[in-house]
């Protein structure tokens, strides 16, 4: 009887005991969990409106195709040169299949968190020699059984563990395993993104090199031809010999100038060499791409489709989901825990007999509930940890969300501006142009100095090149509207 009363009292410590581990949850000191705000404006603002990029896009679904995110790049880039470029990068650029390394990574970690919530079994072999002292309870027991001094110790079989997961505490670290795991694609989506958009953006840079480099040359003929006539007007005592060392300096200057885009246009070809992944060779372009016309229309679609399309934001919101399941398994952790552990298998001090059954069968099999009761502190210090990390991937995403609508708003009415801008550049180059024949025109009849003419050819050649920056600015936003837009990837 007292015996039983012993055992109640001991089961009712041991649950008592429990009961207080599970109730030891520590408290988070304010820092508590919130969920994340996905509201955003309904659309990116009048700036992109007033040149027509949100035209009719607001009221569009999300599976329209003429939306920008939502075209390939091979469509959306219309050079053939600019497509095989891309495609060649996207085969060969070395930090893309570096990344594609971590997802392998992130792959391989899933299938370890899996393996931790399934039984663990293994086969165990083994061979040794025993001998106790003579004066020992066993050296005694085995004397008097004649027993030999040295005894063997043969044994094999298997052994088995199983981790019960009566708090799905390992299966949560698998969920965050493999949600870890698909933000590793998106954040391959967005490199890819970033690829598309760089390898563009460069493209457009060497086309409008090449450009900058015909305009240069033009006025070094120009110039030249320019400076011949001064000439003339010297032998024709019309002008000082001061006048023809300005204008030689003047072609001089500018010749000096066709070396600088020369040096910029090989770098930019390395560059672009360099994210396809090859050694620097001659990029192949087409430099009439530059002529052609921009879109009339850019569709950026609903801003909530950035919640879809932009893959650094899919990557933010799957890492959120992970630190969830985090803070689920640390919680856990407070628990009591069920294992369960088994052994069977054969044991002889005497080989011949290892196999005799059942005389050499051994087995064996046990439950174990444990829970944490002291030096909690690691317990708890990992909890706020990962809760701490929960709240920091909320703030991480509303970031994310925060920084592609601004990205979309500001290229949206960088479209806008520089059209407006282009326009009064063509006219003042279409002026400017009319102005060097009215100053040769009346610098030949000497209505004009030389000073006239030479200003008018420098402001004129600026103006060109001026122009050819801002077209490359304008190619340049299209492309960053398709990048913001998270177009690119699929």
Known sequence: MVNKSRRSSATSATAFLLLFAVGCVPTLNGNEPREVNKSIPASFGTAGAASGALTEAQGNAKSDANVAAQKQWREYFGSPELTALIGDALKNNRELNGQLQEIVIAQTEISAKQGDYLPRVNAFVGAGVDKPGKWTSQGVSDDAHGLPKNLGNFTFGLQGAWEIDIWKKLRNAANAANYRYLATIEARNFMITQLVAEIARSYYDLISLDNELDVVRRNIEVQSSALEVVKLEKQAARV????????????????????????????????????????????????????????????????????????????????????????????????????????????????????T???????????????????????????????????????????????????????LAMIDNLKKSYDL??????????????????????????????????????????????????????????QALGGGWK
């Open 240 to 355: 000082t010999e001061l006048a023809v060392q300005r204008f030689e300096a003047e072609v001089l200057k500018t010749r000096s100038r066709l070396y600088d885009v020369e040096q910029e246009r090989v770098q930019t070809e390395n560059r672009i060499n360099f994210l396809v992944g090859r050694y620097p060779q001659p990029v192949a372009r087409n430099a009439e791409t530059f002529k052609a016309p921009l879109p009339s229309e850019i569709r950026a679609g609903l801003p909530s489709q950035l919640l879809t399309n932009r893959p650094d934001v899919r990557a933010a919101e799957l890492e959120l989901e992970a630190t969830k399941m985090d803070v689920k398994a640390t919680r856990a952790a407070f628990y009591p825990s069920l294992s369960l552990d088994a052994s069977v298998g054969y044991r002889s001090f005497n080989a011949e007999h290892l196999l």
């Open 357 to 411: 059954t059942p005389e050499s069968l051994i087995y064996n099999i046990a439950g174990n509930l444990t829970a944490p009761l002291l030096n909690r502190a690691a317990i708890s210090a990992q909890y706020r940890t990962a809760n701490a990390k929960q709240v920091q991937a909320v703030f991480n995403y509303e970031k994310s969300l925060l920084q592609a609508f601004t990205d979309v708003a500001n290229q």
């Open 425 to 482: 550049q063509a006219q003042q180059v279409e002026k400017l142009a009319r102005s060097i024949d009215i100053s040769n025109t009346l610098f030949q009849s000497a209505r004009a100095d030389y000073m006239e003419v030479l200003l008018t050819r420098r402001d004129s050649l600026e103006a060109e090149l001026s122009l050819i920056e801002t077209k490359k600015r304008q190619f340049q936003a299209v492309v960053n509207v398709y």
